[in-house]
């Protein structure tokens, strides 16, 4: 897809917003459908989140032991997997006859095996608020009030400040929508920071690791690198990564503009020198800095965005058994739709015979 540079005077495209399913997302952007990069770095699959996601149920399993074993006597109630309530259902508050029991064995089980769901929902909102407290610092230079449920992973927010010397101004960038149309995707950056080597010692190796110039020289010097950066919150221990965040990072550098926020402004993409993740836990924060270069967009990023295309515009299709239909079936369907315009008083479609 190519788009064209449209006249100055017209702004330069316009965000329609978010669609959204289950764990997929989609940026609606002018008349496109943009996957999200962190959905499309999300098809890759992860074996310690299976085990996690068992480890909670076994976890919930003995935690509510005394109503699994009631349950583990109440005939299933047939109603486990109604979608009565949520959208398009009654409020989640209220109850009616087609509403899961959530006492019977089969209740119990579905609730046991969607722990992760659950907890997935948590950990994302805590993150969102995280964000939100990271994006007002940068743009306004103070802490806003925030929950407590929240306090420990802004104390790791504000030591990674502290450990690079970082100030609002070193934020050229706060959470904003990237977009390549021509590769086919979009993504929300949480920003574009300088780091600068004569701030601290930490700044200054950090400086050294990205430029090969040793880190009291690049303190001398005044050396500085921009980096584009994904603040991830972690409940566990102790620093942990995956292969996939560092793909998603890699495309998000990889945009070709980045939106200004709250307007239909889209600029070219800020040029930067890498990419850090900077994991923030209870217990302290870890900033990775991470692949994101020229091949590992060519070769990791841009064939799981074309796997991950294939799987949402294809997958259904290739495995569906109306896709490789009986010519008789066709023939038939064919007599229908022509049947169905003749009552509808549609023009009539000729339909030839072969001569007798
Ligand atoms: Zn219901
Ligand atoms: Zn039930």
């Known amino acids: 897809m190519t788009v064209t540079a449209e006249p100055a005077t017209t702004p330069a495209s316009v965000f329609h917003g978010v ?9 609606l952007i002018d008349d ?14 992860k074996e310690a989140l299976k085990i996690w996601a068992a480890k909670l149920a ?8 005394p109503a699994v074993v009631i349950a583990s006597r109440i005939k ?9 309530s949520g959208e398009g259902g009654h409020d989640s508050q209220e109850r009616c006859d087609r509403c899961p029991c959530l006492e019977c064995k ?13 907890h997935t929902r948590r950990r994302a909102d805590e993150g969102t608020r995280v964000h939100d407290v990271a994006e007002w610092w940068a743009l306004h230079g103070e802490i806003r009030p925030y929950d407590e449920d929240i306090a420990p992973y802004v104390k790791s927010l504000l030591a990674f400040f502290a450990e690079y010397g970082l100030t609002p101004d070193d934020f050229l960038v706060s959470e904003a929508i990237v977009v390549n149309r021509e590769d086919g995707y979009a993504g929300t950056t949480d920003g574009i920071i300088i ?23 690049a ?39 980045i939106r200004i926020k709250n307007t239909d402004i889209e600029q ?24 994101t270069d020229e091949d590992t967009y060519r070769r990791g990023f841009l064939p799981t965005l074309a796997t991950a295309t294939w799987v949402f515009e294809h997958g259904p299709a290739a495995i569906s058994s109306r896709t490789f239909v009986l010519p008789e079936t066709l023939a038939a369907r064919r007599r229908k739709a022509a049947r169905d315009a003749a009552t509808t008083g549609d023009a009539p479609q000729t339909i030839t015979h072969p001569a007798a």
């Open 19 to 27: 669609e959204e399913t289950d764990d997929n997302r989609w940026y």
């Open 32 to 45: 496109l459908r943009l996957v999200s990069a962190s959905t499309v770095a999300g098809i890759i699959d």
């Open 58 to 65: 076994a976890q919930a399993a003995f935690a509510e032991l």
């Open 76 to 84: 299933p109630c047939g109603n486990t997997g109604s979608k009565c």
């Open 106 to 118: 089969a209740c119990m089980t579905a609730w046991l095996a969607s722990r992760h769901v659950d």
């Open 195 to 217: 780091i600068r080597a004569d701030r601290t010692d930490a700044a200054a190796k950090l400086v050294s690791r990205v430029t090969g110039i040793p880190w009291k020289q």
């Open 219 to 257: 303190k001398k010097r005044g050396i500085t690198v921009v980096l584009i950066i994904d603040f991830k919150t972690r409940e566990g221990e102790g620093p942990q990564f995956y292969a996939p965040q560092a793909l998603q990072l890699t495309a998000y550098r990889h945009a070709k503009t």
């Open 268 to 291: 070219p993409m800020i040029p930067t020198d890498g990419g850090m993740l900077v994991q923030l836990r209870p217990d302290g924060f870890t900033a990775r800095l991470v692949m």
